[in-house]
């Protein structure tokens, strides 16, 4: 469920009808609502509960400081991949001890950072990141509380670029040498266990994937218990897919996904971590353009909008659907037809979707990409010159930017001529 629905005739984000923003702002911008936010945050809460538990929100899926801010303020803590997403937390108001970095390339620099600033825990993805964390940790005077990312083997039936738990992959550590490898960590001087990470990959729409690799966990856990380590909390990653149509997709909801966690690790008092993003950002953004023209081709006619493929990278990246749908409401029993919607790149990838049903569109008017909270904005770029896209925040009654469409002449000033040209 979230909030982005038709009143009296207009799609609305929350109490804001969509063509006000667009009024103010321009297009095309992305739309957050703050409580379609709020609510997926708290399903993983109420799902995991009364078992201890943090939900770290990957900060990857949508790392607008504002939104942060208010899942921070909520008590969620955040997952990070960057020193840059890093500062974003930081910047948030999140303290350290709730933020857990992940990431299988961390630099010296990025773990230097984290251990200065607070960090929960860092994630290790292999023998010489954990080697140079050890020396980062030493040199500071201070011990790293580590978790070793394993890497289960487990096919998570997912998109082959976002599918991370087979042994082919590049991430985590061959959960067949985990034992070996927390045996070298507890030599380490600059290391402290705290406990073990797993994440398969992302747009799962199957629990069993997750069931095989939180089973293989769980008996990781028994054996590095045994081998005399202190495994106190357990990273289950995040990756639990969403509705991307209205049709009849239904992925597993956040209860069943609890009740599978409780099932499989609930006895083992041990904390448990989940590092959820798209759940909770993708079904509460909106991507929202206008149709610059109308284009008559043969034996199919075009929707040429002012959104492009670098602004939503996902249908030419990974072949992804997302929902376009009129921000006017179509009057039931009136004419559609179908239409190649399109950017104004120059690319044929730059094609948001082929031979979708839409009622007859004129130039001006608005249209919507549902589900693009997540890995929306984050993925966006300025391909072909174009201004990075803005970013607003509904609450209620009310909107805010929250970043603002650089101007040309910002984006000019970046570039530097040497002296010599
Ligand atoms: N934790 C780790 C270590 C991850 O690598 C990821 C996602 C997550 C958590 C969050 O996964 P989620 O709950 O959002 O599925 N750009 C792609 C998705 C890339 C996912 C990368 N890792 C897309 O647009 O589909």
Redesign the pocket.
């Known amino acids: 469920m979230d909030h982005f629905l038709y009143r009296d005739g207009l799609l609305h984000a929350e109490g804001v009808a969509i063509p006000d923003i667009a009024a103010t702002l321009g297009t095309p911008f992305y739309v957050y609502s703050a409580a379609t936010l709020t609510r997926h945050y708290r399903l993983f809460t109420e799902a995991l509960a009364p078992l201890p538990h943090l939900v770290c929100f ?1 900060i ?2 949508l790392s607008n400081v504002a939104v942060l801010k208010l899942l921070g303020d909520l008590g969620a803590g955040m ?1 990070v ?1 960057s020193g840059g997403e890093y500062l974003r937390a930081k910047a948030a108001g999140v303290p350290g001890d709730r933020i857990v970095f ?1 990431g299988v390339g961390k630099t010296r620099e990025e773990m230097r950072l984290a251990l200065e600033g607070g960090v929960r825990q860092f994630n290790l993805e292999s023998e010489p990141e954990m080697r140079a964390l050890s020396e980062v940790a030493t040199a500071l005077g201070v011990v790293a509380p580590v978790t070793v990312r394993v890497n289960p083997d487990v096919d998570a039936k997912t998109h082959a670029k ?1 599918a ?1 738990g087979k042994s082919e992959n590049k991430f985590g550590i061959p959960i067949a040498r985990a034992r070996e490898v927390y045996a070298e960590i507890a030599r380490l001087p600059g290391l402290k266990v705290v406990g073990i990470d797993v ?1 398969i990959g ?2 799962l729409t199957e629990l069993a994937p997750f069931e095989a690799a939180f089973q293989k966990v769980r008996e990781l856990t028994l054996a590095l218990r045994a081998d005399g380590h202190d495994i106190r909390r357990l990273d289950l ?4 897919g969403i509705p991307y149509t209205r049709s009849n997709e239904a992925p597993p909801l956040p209860t069943d996904y609890g009740a599978m966690i409780k099932r499989t690790l609930g006895d083992l008092g041990c904390e448990i971590e989940i ?5 909770i950002s993708g079904n509460s953004g909106l991507l929202v353009s206008q149709v610059i023209y109308v284009k008559n081709g043969e034996g199919r006619d075009f929707l040429i909008l002012d959104a492009a493929m670098n602004d939503l990278v ?1 249908p030419s990246m ?1 072949e ?1 659907h997302h929902d376009i749908i009129p921000v006017a409401e179509a009057i039931p029993g009136s004419p559609t037809q179908p239409f190649d919607v399109v950017g104004p790149v120059c690319e044929t990838g730059d094609t948001f979707g082929k031979g979708r049903e839409l009622p007859l569109m004129a130039e001006g008017d608005l249209v919507a990409f549902r589900s693009a909270g ?2 929306g904005a984050v ?1 966006a770029s300025e391909y072909n010159s174009r201004p990075l896209v803005p970013e607003v925040l509904v609450q209620g009654d009310h909107f805010a930017v929250i970043r603002a469409r650089p101007s040309f002449d910002e984006i000019l000033k970046r570039d530097i001529l040497p002296e010599w040209l």
């Open positions: 990957a990857k899926s997952d991949v992940s976002i991370t994440h992302s747009q990653g995040g990756g639990l590092e959820p993003g798209r759940l996902r990974y992804a997540a890995y993925m």
